[in-house]
């Protein structure tokens, strides 16, 4: 379906990049999937199975924390310029909106001291009292901490453990079965992650240190899926919302997501997703990456989507070159797109 960049993944992982890849081509009606090398080359090498579950990182961000709060925002719980100390007390700082949250605009200030060495509860308490800068409002700065306070929020609304909530809401009614949250072992089906200075090879425990002591608390990572469930949450959004004769989320929700949603309306981001121009015609598509390797690419209108899964942090972790050779597999495909349309 998309051959030169097919080629490229390979060759990329021929070059060390990652171990191995899943990655999916949806473009109208025609799907198509590629299983490329190793799942796991530390201790022993395992090759790579198309139905293996990932650690997807920061995708956890856009397939659950995003759908709740849409979802939310739907049944008129709240709306965007809202504070989050409106909604939730117990975060201190009054200026902090859901918009400055899900955008990536709060400005906030992330530093905890000591932060690895708190648990669970004092992790939680940390995150309350942090505030926004001077520059609230005006620059994009990805950080976990907007979707980790929004956790927070969903737990005190919903009333039981964030995790809960995305297995009931998300994950069960668009059958993404295989999809879960703090494996527990037999880990043969999971891909591991990094290997940590002590020599332990993270297979099955999360790979996000906030999020590993988090743990059922965690709205920025955590999420463990392979290629079908990610596949089934793709076509959710390519059907504006409908999964089979249901309506999951308002076509008018989906649709207002290909817009600009920083306060600015200059940041190039939406409602917990990057947008990306379509070199071709413009076209805004949606976007997130996962830190562990992962990225998904949405377009509605051409009724397309890219989802790419690898293990680049096993065993070691080399983000800065991972990142340019990712970006060179993203510009391939965003211009055999453009070939493609047209013809």
């Known amino acids: ?5 097919a080629q490229l993944i390979k060759e990329k992982m021929r070059e060390g990049v990652f171990p191995g890849a899943v990655f999916h081509f949806i ?6 999937t590629h299983v490329l090398g190793n799942a796991q080359i530390e201790p022993v090498p395992i090759a790579m199975q198309e139905a293996f579950l990932f650690d997807v990182a920061s995708l956890t961000k856009v397939v659950c924390t995003t759908t709740i709060m849409l979802k939310l925002k739907e049944a008129g719980r709240f709306s965007w310029d809202q504070t989050l100390h409106e909604l939730l007390p117990e975060f201190q700082d009054e200026t902090i ?8 605009t709060s400005d906030i200030q992330t530093y905890i001291p000591n932060r690895d060495q708190l648990n669970a509860e004092e992790l939680r308490a940390a995150y309350l009292t942090l505030q926004s800068g001077e520059n609230i409002g005006i620059r994009v700065q990805y950080t976990d901490a907007g979707t980790i306070l929004l956790g927070f929020l969903i737990e005190n609304y919903y009333q039981k453990d964030l995790i809960e909530v995305f297995k009931d809401e998300v994950l069960q009614p668009l059958g993404m079965t295989d999809s879960l949250f703090l494996p527990q ?5 999971i891909v591991p992650t990094q290997k940590l200075t002590d020599g332990t090879v993270l297979k099955g425990m999360t790979h996000d240190p906030k999020a590993r002591v988090l743990a059922a608390h965690a709205g920025n990572a955590g999420l463990f899926t392979n290629m079908k469930d ?3 949450f793709a076509k959710m959004y390519l059907n504006l919302g409908r999964v089979n ?3 999951y989320l308002q076509d008018e929700t989906i649709r207002e997501l290909f817009e600009d949603q920083t306060p600015s309306k200059k940041g190039n981001r939406s409602i917990g997703w ?5 070199p071709f015609d413009q076209t805004l598509l949606l976007f997130h990456t996962g830190y562990t390797g992962t990225f998904l690419m949405l377009d509605v209108v051409k009724q397309s989507a890219f989802i790419f899964l690898s293990n680049r942090v096993h065993p070691l972790d080399r983000r800065s070159h991972y990142v340019a050779q990712r970006d060179k597999i993203l510009a391939c495909y965003l211009a055999e797109r453009a070939e493609i349309y047209q013809k």
Do not use: N
Not at 27 to 32: I, P, R, S, W
Not at 97 to 104: A, D, E, I, K, Y
Not at 274 to 278: A, C, G, H, P, V
């Open 274 to 278: 990057d947008l990306k121009s379509s």
């Open 185 to 189: 072992p037999p880990y043969d089906q």
């Open 245 to 247: 004769d249901m309506i």
């Open 97 to 104: 909106t859901l918009r400055h949250l899900l955008t990536h």
């Open 27 to 32: 473009e109208d009606q025609k799907t198509e």
């Open 230 to 232: 990610l596949g089934k």
């Open 1 to 5: 379906m998309y051959p030169k960049t």
